[in-house]
């Protein structure tokens, strides 16, 4: 089974700036779109931002604007640029393919 490992979340001021990234082990990524989704404590997991095998992408219309998410396909790695973070966006990501999951990583979001 796929497994992925999520890095880059951290504590950031509103206004700020971070870049996760989900590493791959193996190849499935060649295949299947590739997902981020973020669980707010007390809240539903909710869909962030995906991208296909292709390169076609999906926004959330809370991120539109402000995240950007590409694919390196030669390290199996997909990024999330999270540019212009608002206190709401603080959760915990993760990165999904099929019915593979990350661990998850913090970000915080704070003045």
């Known amino acids: 089974q796929e497994q992925l490992a999520e890095s880059g979340g951290g504590l950031v001021q509103p206004g700020g700036s971070l870049r996760l990234a989900c590493a791959a082990s193996?190849?499935?990524?060649?295949?299947?779109?590739i997902g981020w989704f973020r669980q707010a404590p007390g809240k539903e997991r909710e869909g962030v931002s995906c991208i296909s095998s292709i390169g076609f992408v999906y926004y959330a219309s809370s991120v539109k604007g402000r995240f950007t998410i590409s694919r390196d396909d030669a390290t199996n790695t997909v990024y999330l640029q999270m540019n212009d973070l608002k206190p709401e966006d603080t959760a915990v990501y993760y990165c999904?393919?099929?019915?593979?999951w990350g661990q998850g990583t913090q970000v915080t979001v704070s003045s």
């Open positions: 193996g190849s499935s990524s060649d295949f299947y779109p």
């Open positions: 999904n393919i099929g019915d593979a």
